[in-house]
Every structure is written in structure tokens, then in C-alpha cells.
């Protein structure tokens, strides 16, 4: 517990450097570091076998296979943090078919934690166990150019 307590530490205080660091820089530096996030919540989300539908108002939207994977991607919210998740669209218009482009993974938490009637397929957290090493080590690259650039221009 001693180990994991002294990396929990280390984590922090890297974390507590990098809001030194000016927001458009780390802005990109985080979104360098959802990369391996993505990638491997989009090989670790399970495909379904079939196509599911949903009715809404009487009609009926059609979800192809891979429709959860094909969300994963970097959300943007009004933040200087990062998220990586699932998309989810507010407005989904009935008749609609997802396919493309339009993903809408409403069901995603059903499927990282489960439901009465069918088991767990988290997808989401082993993501995260996989990826962090990745992003630290991204993170720690990143701001260490982003400090040699200041160290640079503001040599005296």
C-alpha cells in the first residue's frame, strides 16, 4: 500500500507543476496525453454482434455494430482539464440511422457497469490502467520542452 501511496504522490505533485504552466500549453499538452486514453478505451469497448434499436416517440433509431467505439473520442467542455469518453448526442432525431459520423453511446455506462440484465463489459477503466503510463511519460516530455522554451526566453 506504501508503493502505491508514494506514486499517488508523485502524480500530484506533477500535476500540481502543470498548473504552472500557461493554459494554452497545457491545454495542448493534456490533449497529447488523451491519446493512448483513447486508443485503448477504442480497442478494449466491446462490438456488438447485431444491430439495436431504440424507439422514441414511436419510432424507431437503428444503432449499427461498432457505434460505441467509433464515440470514444476527446470531449470538450469549458475546462483546462481533458475528458475522454463516450459521445453522447442531446438531440437525436427519430428515423435516424448511426452509422458515419453521427454516434450517440447513450448506453455507454450500461456497458462499462451493467444492468439487471446483462453483465458488465467495463471498457472505460481498464482504458485508464493502460493508458496512464503512456500519459504520464507524454505529460513529463511535454513539460519539460514547455520549461526548456521558458528556461530560453527568459535567460537574462
Same mark, same amino acid.
Given at each position: 500500500?506504501?508503493?502505491?501511496?508514494?506514486?499517488?504522490?508523485?502524480?500530484?505533485?506533477?500535476?500540481?507543476?502543470?498548473?504552472?504552466?500557461?493554459?494554452?500549453?497545457?491545454?495542448?499538452?493534456?490533449?497529447?496525453?488523451?491519446?493512448? #486514453?483513447?486508443?485503448?478505451? =477504442?480497442?478494449?469497448? +466491446? *462490438?456488438? !454482434? @447485431?444491430?439495436?434499436?431504440?424507439?422514441?416517440?414511436?419510432?424507431?433509431?437503428?444503432?449499427?455494430?461498432?457505434?460505441?467505439?467509433?464515440?470514444?473520442?476527446?470531449?470538450? #467542455?469549458?475546462?483546462?482539464? =481533458?475528458?475522454?469518453? +463516450? *459521445?453522447? !448526442? @442531446?438531440?437525436?432525431?427519430?428515423?435516424?440511422?448511426?452509422?458515419?459520423?453521427?454516434?450517440?453511446?447513450?448506453?455507454?455506462?450500461?456497458?462499462?457497469?451493467?444492468?439487471?440484465?446483462?453483465?458488465?463489459?467495463?471498457?472505460?477503466? +481498464?482504458?485508464?490502467?493502460?493508458?496512464?503510463?503512456?500519459?504520464?511519460?507524454?505529460?513529463?516530455?511535454?513539460?519539460?520542452?514547455?520549461?526548456?522554451?521558458?528556461?530560453?526566453?527568459?535567460?537574462?
Amino acid at each position: 500500500m506504501a508503493q502505491f501511496d508514494i506514486e499517488l504522490q508523485k502524480a500530484i505533485e506533477k500535476l500540481e507543476a502543470l498548473k504552472k504552466v500557461p493554459y494554452k500549453e497545457r491545454k495542448k499538452i493534456l490533449n497529447k496525453a488523451a491519446k493512448p #486514453f483513447i486508443d485503448a478505451a =477504442v480497442i478494449k469497448a +466491446p *462490438k456488438s !454482434r @447485431k444491430k439495436h434499436y431504440r424507439y422514441k416517440n414511436g419510432e424507431k433509431i437503428t444503432y449499427y455494430p461498432g457505434n460505441l467505439k467509433r464515440a470514444i473520442r476527446k470531449l470538450n #467542455f469549458r475546462s483546462s482539464s =481533458v475528458f475522454v469518453g +463516450p *459521445k453522447l !448526442r @442531446k438531440r437525436v432525431q427519430s428515423g435516424e440511422v448511426f452509422r458515419d459520423r453521427k454516434v450517440d453511446a447513450y448506453y455507454a455506462h450500461m456497458v462499462e457497469f451493467g444492468t439487471t440484465e446483462a453483465g458488465a463489459k467495463p471498457y472505460m477503466r +481498464p482504458a485508464f490502467i493502460s493508458g496512464k503510463g503512456k500519459a504520464t511519460k507524454i505529460i513529463e516530455r511535454e513539460m519539460e520542452k514547455v520549461f526548456k522554451k521558458f528556461i530560453q526566453e527568459n535567460k537574462a
